[in-house]
């Protein structure tokens, strides 16, 4: 995911920068350069505005998938099987995949429960 955010920040700034490019056709070179550098300088600043937004929906995902698993958990009659399910929920760190868990613990008994 990270790849994909780097690549599109870096086609926006190119975009970014084309467009400024033609915007200011016939203005002096310096006022050129100096919005040029302002575009550089601001990508630290939209690249964490956008790992911060990815960050919100993942933990939106996971306060879901914490509450499937409580309703799991307060409605089962085995306690054993039910562990071994959440234990082979396809969690793997920060390379977890949201909508894959989300799948699978949909799949765990007590989904229904509200």
């Known amino acids: ?3 994909t ?3 599109a920040c870096l086609v926006g700034y190119v975009v970014m920068a084309a467009v400024f490019l033609l915007a200011t056709t016939g203005s002096p070179r310096r006022i050129k350069w100096l919005g040029l550098v302002a575009i550089v300088a601001s990508a630290p600043f939209f690249y964490w505005l956008g790992s911060f937004s990815e960050q919100a929906a993942s ?3 996971y306060s879901a998938v914490v509450e499937g698993i409580g309703n ?3 409605q089962t009659n085995s306690p054993k099987a039910l562990a071994k399910q959440i234990r082979e929920l396809p969690m793997r760190g920060y390379e977890t995949s949201c909508p894959e868990v989300e799948h699978a613990a949909r799949q765990l008994p007590g989904q229904n429960a509200p």
């Open 5 to 7: 955010l780097l690549l």
């Open 1 to 3: 995911m990270t790849l």
């Open 72 to 74: 799991s958990v307060e």
């Open 59 to 61: 933990g939106l995902c």
